[in-house]
Nanobody, 118 residues
Framework: QVQLVESGGGLVQAGGSLRLSCVAS????????MGWYRQVPGKQRELVATLTSGGITDYADAVKGRFTISRDNAKNRVNLQMNSLKPEDTAVYYCNYQRLWGTRLSYWGQGTQVTVSS
């Protein structure tokens, strides 16, 4: 099992910045992907950004150029630096961990609220 602990959510003004962090613990595979997804009422959970242990990144078009994902593999930590925040970024952000070796196991954090005021 993998446990994910998120931090950094909050309320910010449009144009501001926020940094989310997630630490994974438990049965961590050295071959994995970690990242962030977000969800708002009435919509499906959507990709924000992911980063594999091998350095492969994937960003949603809506956040490219504004958000930056990074990770510290030794600490099993993934960060999301969010700049130039927009009200449309308001959502619950969920940390995700995926085992990429053998069985494709996926785990989710509890979610952290990000609210961007107009």
């Amino acid at each position: 099992q993998v446990q994910l602990v998120e931090s950094g959510g909050g309320l910010v003004q449009a144009g501001g910045s926020l940094r989310l962090s997630c630490v994974a613990s438990g049965s961590i595979s050295s071959i994995n992907g970690m990242g962030w997804y977000r969800q708002v009422p009435g919509k499906q959970r959507e990709l924000v950004a992911t980063l594999t242990s091998g350095g492969i990144t994937d960003y949603a078009d809506a956040v490219k150029g504004r958000f930056t994902i990074s990770r510290d593999n030794a600490k099993n930590r993934v960060n999301l630096q969010m700049n130039s925040l927009k009200p449309e970024d308001t959502a619950v952000y969920y940390c995700n961990y995926q085992r990429l070796w053998g069985t494709r196991l996926s785990y989710w954090g509890q979610g952290t609220q990000v609210t961007v005021s107009s």
